[in-house]
């Protein structure tokens, strides 16, 4: 199992993935032109030649990070793969600076399993919000906010 950075050639697969989850009502859809345009924000998980997981990081403010469009293969979950993704985009958040992470979400098991703690939602910025307005859910989402501080 390799965790890397993505390739275009990767975005129809994370593209299936998301859409995957998205359809079961487990997280938000994203259309492929999305996933196109923020590829550098993806890492992947990848296993004989496939992609088998995805994550992004997205910079939200000057001290903030989120944690989005985590996915995993229905046959490679429970075997550490999700974790190792987020690591990966805490990694890169410590890269660049950004030591505040936070991640919406519906399980938010996993992410307290990763240490992250849950927020109130007005600790976001409202910009954070935008992605609501084309969500299924809204205004009722049952999403978690949940944030880790990195060292
Ligand atoms: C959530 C998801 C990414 C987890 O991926 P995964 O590769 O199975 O997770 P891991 O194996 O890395 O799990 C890490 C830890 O979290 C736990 N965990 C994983 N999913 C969990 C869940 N849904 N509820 C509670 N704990 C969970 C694991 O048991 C493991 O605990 P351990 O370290 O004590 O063994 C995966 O189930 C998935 O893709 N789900 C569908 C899409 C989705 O819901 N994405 C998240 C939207 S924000």
């Not at 890397?4 to 990767?10: F, N, Q, Y």
């Not at 989850?21 to 923020?38: D, T, V």
């Not at 046959?75 to 992470?101: D, E, F, P, R, T």
Request: one cysteine or more.
């Amino acid at each position: 199992m390799k965790i890397r950075p993505a390739k275009i050639k990767d975005a129809k697969a994370i593209h299936t993935l998301v859409n995957y989850y998205a359809q079961k009502r487990e997280m938000l859809a994203r259309p492929l032109s999305e996933i196109y345009e923020n590829i550098q924000e993806f890492v992947v998980a990848e296993e004989k030649s496939r992609v088998v997981g995805c994550c992004a990081l997205h910079v939200s403010w000057e001290d903030l990070a989120e944690v989005k469009a985590l996915a995993v293969d229905e046959k490679y979950q429970k075997k550490g793969v999700g974790k190792k993704l987020v690591q990966a985009c805490h990694k890169i958040s410590g890269k660049l600076g950004i030591k505040k992470i936070f991640a919406l979400t519906f399980k938010p098991k996993f992410f307290l399993k990763l240490k992250y703690y849950k927020i109130s939602r007005n600790k976001l910025p409202h910009k954070v919000w935008g992605e609501c307005i084309r969500c299924p859910f809204f205004p009722d989402c049952g999403e978690v906010p949940l944030m880790i501080e990195i060292k």
